[in-house]
C-alpha cells in the first residue's frame, strides 16, 4: 500500500516543486492542499486554522509535509502568531489524532540566521533567529519537539536555505546555503522514508555546496540523503556566460539585518 501524502501549501514556490515531483515519482497516494483550491493541479482547499477541514484531510495520513506559510515581519501578532503560529499547532493536533506518522516542517535558515558566517553552526545549537520570521520557525520546531517527547508523532524539520525554483543561485551569499529541486525533491523523500526510529530531527535544507555554511555530509548516513548540486560550479557557469551575479556576502548567516 502506498504511504498516503498531505503537503499544505501546495500551491506554493517550494511546495508546488515538490507536490509535482512526488506526483511523478508514483510511489506515494498524495493530497496538494492550499488556502485556494486548484482544480487544474488537484489542489484541494484548506486553510491551516480551520480545525474541522485539518482533521478531514489528516484522516489515513501516513506523513505530513507542512510547506504552507504567511511571511509578514510586519504584523507577526496579526498573521504570523495566527496563521502560522496557531495552524501549525491546529495542525500537530488533527495529525496526532489521527495517528499520522511524521511530520516534515518547511523551517528556515533564519531560525539561526544571527550566527555570523564564519561561525560553525550544528543543528542543535542554540536557536538564534533574525527576524520575527526566523522566530516563528524556532516555535514550531520547538512544538515538533513537544509531540516527539509525548510520543505523539516524528518530528523532522528542514532548516531550507535558498530555493529560488529555477536551476541555480542568483548572488554569492545563495551560494552558501542554495539547495536545487532535485535535491529538495531527494531530500524530502529520505525524510519520508527514514526509519521510525528517528522521532525528531533538525537538519539544513541545502545542497553539496562547496561554500557551505553548513555540514551535511552526516545525512547520507543517517537518512540516505546524497545532493547532486553544487551551487560554486553553477555559480562559475554563470559567471562565465555573463549572467548577472549579485555581491550581497554579509556578516550574519540570515543576510543583513538592521
Given at each position: 500500500m502506498k504511504r498516503k501524502l498531505l503537503i499544505t501549501g501546495a500551491?506554493?514556490?517550494?511546495?508546488?516543486?515538490?507536490?509535482?515531483?512526488?506526483q511523478k515519482d508514483?510511489?506515494?497516494?498524495?493530497?496538494?492542499?492550499?488556502?485556494?483550491?486548484d482544480d487544474t493541479q488537484g489542489i484541494v482547499q484548506m486553510d491551516i486554522v480551520d480545525e474541522?477541514?485539518?482533521?478531514?484531510l489528516t484522516q489515513g495520513v501516513d506523513t505530513v509535509l507542512h510547506f504552507a506559510w504567511i511571511k509578514d515581519n510586519g504584523d507577526f501578532l496579526g498573521k504570523?502568531?495566527?496563521?502560522?503560529?496557531?495552524?501549525?499547532?491546529?495542525?500537530?493536533?488533527?495529525?496526532?489524532?489521527?495517528?499520522?506518522?511524521?511530520?516534515?516542517?518547511?523551517s528556515s535558515n533564519h531560525a539561526t540566521g544571527y550566527y555570523k558566517v564564519f561561525e560553525k553552526v550544528e543543528p542543535d545549537d542554540p536557536y538564534r533567529p533574525d527576524s520575527f520570521y526566523g522566530l516563528s520557525k524556532c516555535y514550531i520546531e520547538l512544538l515538533g519537539r513537544l509531540y516527539s517527547d509525548q510520543g505523539k508523532i516524528?518530528?523532522?524539520n528542514i532548516r531550507i536555505g535558498n530555493f529560488p525554483g529555477d536551476d541555480r543561485p542568483h548572488s554569492e551569499r545563495a551560494g552558501h546555503i542554495w539547495i536545487s529541486e532535485r535535491d529538495m525533491l531527494q531530500l524530502i523523500v529520505c525524510c519520508?522514508?527514514?526509519?521510525?526510529?528517528?522521532?525528531?530531527?533538525?537538519?539544513?535544507?541545502?545542497?553539496?555546496?562547496?561554500?557551505?555554511?553548513?555540514n551535511i555530509d552526516y545525512l547520507e548516513e543517517l537518512i540516505g540523503y546524497k545532493p547532486q548540486d553544487d551551487a560554486a560550479k553553477l555559480l562559475e557557469l554563470a559567471k562565465a556566460a555573463g549572467s548577472k551575479v549579485r555581491q550581497d556576502e554579509t556578516v550574519y548567516q540570515g543576510g543583513q539585518q538592521q
Open positions: 500551491a506554493g514556490t517550494i511546495g508546488n516543486v515538490i507536490y509535482k515531483g512526488l508514483g510511489r506515494y497516494d498524495i493530497i496538494g492542499a492550499d488556502i485556494q483550491a474541522t477541514r485539518l482533521a478531514e504570523v502568531l495566527e496563521g502560522n503560529v496557531s495552524g501549525a499547532y491546529k495542525l500537530f493536533e488533527s495529525a496526532a489524532q489521527n495517528g499520522v506518522r511524521r511530520m516534515i516542517f518547511a516524528s518530528s523532522i519520508i522514508e527514514a526509519d521510525d526510529t528517528l522521532t525528531y530531527l533538525n537538519l539544513y535544507g541545502t545542497s553539496a555546496n562547496t561554500d557551505n555554511y553548513y
